[in-house]
């Protein structure tokens, strides 16, 4: 009987060593990834301050560009309904906007006015008893577009 009770104590000694290097090897992978799951979250940390740095800074950049695109877009001007010809046509809109400026100006119209660029909007359209087509120009002076405006506001005609 002894001996039977001492085999079954050294089963269960064995069964419990086995156990017990199991939960010793469990606890120290559980520590592992304790420790992985720290860096993980540290560098994640890192990743989310970088990622919103970069936002703020696209952001920032953004801004910057719309900025820029507005003041370029600050010396153009609209001008609607001057009338479609065969000799408009042939002829460069940008006379045709230095005529009708220095006009507005008060000045002889071989003046000179500085434009970057003038043109048509859109097509040509078929019929001509259709609206003009609109014409677009950039004026090199800020200072000339804005006494324009202002002239040819008070102006309730322009030919």
Known sequence: MMDMFKKMEDS???KLKAVTSEIHHLG?????LE????INENRWTECWKFQRSQTEAILSLQRKLDNIDNRGRQNNLRI???P????????DPTKILIRIFNQILGRSSDS???LDRAHRVG???NPPQENPRDLICCIHNFLLKEEIVQKAQLMKEIR
């Open 12 to 14: 269960f000694s064995e």
């Open 28 to 32: 120290d992978r559980v520590c592992a």
């Open 35 to 38: 420790d992985n799951q720290e």
């Open 80 to 82: 609607r309904g001057v």
């Open 84 to 91: 479609e010809t065969m000799q408009d046509e042939r002829e």
């Open 112 to 114: 000179k006015i500085k």
């Open 123 to 125: 097509r040509p359209r």
